[in-house]
């Protein structure tokens, strides 16, 4: 079966996801998280990408980003990707890829799917609440629970609606963090990210596929699809 190709949207956030080879570690200390994350804010300024959330793993990464072009995307991606791993095999001795294949993404709508990414995002590396994410130094919660700027973060419009002011917005992030995303959102969440699928209503899907020809989401069992069928249904 033929690979789909990457959709990647301009002024459209996107959920990443990056992930070492045979799923071994790609940091192995403190300075190899710098390293990456001082690669993605060159790479982000560089290739016009705005960075809304990150959290890196010991084997992946989590990105949470709106490109400003159609190639904006990949171009980041590569970007960060050579240079990091580069410096990694330089470092550490070692040869060959450091990734698993192309990296996995998923344009996500606004409304209500970013802030759930965002929130699992955040989430990943702790136990499940605001106080453990905002102790995790490899993780952007602790710039949108104001306990320090992260110069890589541009703040999406959707979490400035989470309040009037600095300290509403914070109260509401923590609140939203503590509650954790539901098991059945995080599992449609990060299975739409691992195949390239986009993840919103109806409507969000219909005008994604005005950009592209391939397939959306997945096609339901049972019956076949017409022309239009592949943005009909919505993943909610």
């Known amino acids: 079966m033929a690979r789909l190709a990457r959709l990647a949207v301009a002024a459209t956030a996107h959920h990443v996801l990056q992930v070492g080879h045979g799923g071994h570690a790609v940091f192995v200390d403190d300075a190899d998280r710098t390293a990456y994350l001082d690669a993605l804010r060159d790479a982000a300024h560089a290739k016009q990408v705005a960075v809304h959330g990150y959290v890196l793993l010991s084997s992946e990464v989590h990105l949470l980003v709106t490109p400003q072009t159609p190639q904006g995307l990949s171009r980041l991606m590569q970007a960060v990707g050579r240079r990091y791993g580069l410096r990694f095999n330089r470092r550490h001795g070692r040869r060959g890829t450091l990734w698993e294949g192309r990296f996995r993404a998923a344009p996500i709508e606004p409304d209500p799917w970013l802030l759930r990414s965002l929130a699992w995002i955040e989430t990943a590396a702790s136990a499940g609440s605001a106080a453990a994410a905002a102790a995790y130094p490899w993780c952007s919660a602790a710039h949108h ?48 990210v691992r195949h390239d699928w986009a993840l919103g209503g109806a409507a969000f899907l219909a005008g994604l596929g005005r950009h592209t020809d391939r397939p959306l989401a997945p096609r339901p069992r049972g019956r076949p699809m017409g022309s239009g069928g592949r943005v009909a249904r919505a993943l909610r």
């Open 145 to 192: 629970l104001g306990v320090q700027r992260d110069t890589l973060i541009t703040e999406h419009p959707a979490y400035w609606q989470l309040g009037n002011t600095p300290f509403e917005r914070e109260l509401a992030w923590r609140q939203r963090l503590d509650a954790g995303v539901p098991p059945a959102q995080a599992l449609q969440l990060l299975q739409a």
